[in-house]
């Protein structure tokens, strides 16, 4: 369901996409990571240790330090997971998902997200949820989806918290909801969430979920999601700018936010400057 702005082509943030987890995301762990500053790669190669064999693996995978190499990514996650290590169970589920370094099979990636789970990682609670809801690697089932989204979302996990916003705003698994909707994507924005942060403010612009329709909160919203580098609210601040709406008209400041999107090869706003440069 769209959201209207002005254009038409503002709409709701609909999926997150699958990536690898990154360096940042390990306090989601049951442990805490080793520091591996100011160790070259062999020493920590020799470790043991298996938060240093995931923080390896990581390296190796995002070129971090090293030479990017997949084949001694999955080596060193491969290692941590045989260990019990969920992180890396989690890592190597999404290299089979996108097949780096490995033959893409969506089946053993479903396997390896469920053994994270079972280790309790809750980014692959939130994982195995988009699984059920795109019926990859496991028959689609939208409840299961649902339900898997809201346990790593009652945990405070915040693509959980806006995946959660999504089903209940579309009815998707579980009863439609706009409020309950809002009050999930509010809590997902409270840590920073730019899809959250954008789709609160879509919400604010239609007084959907409980609020008034308030255009000025809107454009607030936008804009915190703009600075977050996500691409449809930096189109959305242009917009506002351009209608005069949350905001006082002016169309040349506008349209250098506009720009700024077309130029990062977002549709809407490479159809809006060619309509009017027509």
Known sequence: MI????????????????????????????STTTTTTNHAPAVIAGAADINAQTQLGLKYYQGDSVEQNYTKAHEWFSKAADQGDARAMYNLGTMYFNGHGVEKDVDLAFTWYQRAVEGEFVPAMNRLGSLYANGLGVEKNLQTATQWYQEAAAAGYAPAQFNMGIARYHGQGIEQDYEIARNWFTRAAEQGHSE?????????????GGILQNKTAALKLYRAAADRGFVPAIFAVGMAHIDGQGTERDVEHGLKWVNAAATQGYPAAIDYLNTINQ
């Open 196 to 208: 959250a942060l954008y789709n609160l403010g879509a919400m604010h612009a239609r007084g959907l």
């Open 3 to 30: 959201i209207k702005h002005t254009l038409k082509n503002i709409t709701l943030c609909m999926s997150l996409p699958l990536s690898l987890l990154s360096v940042s995301s390990l306090s989601w762990a049951q």
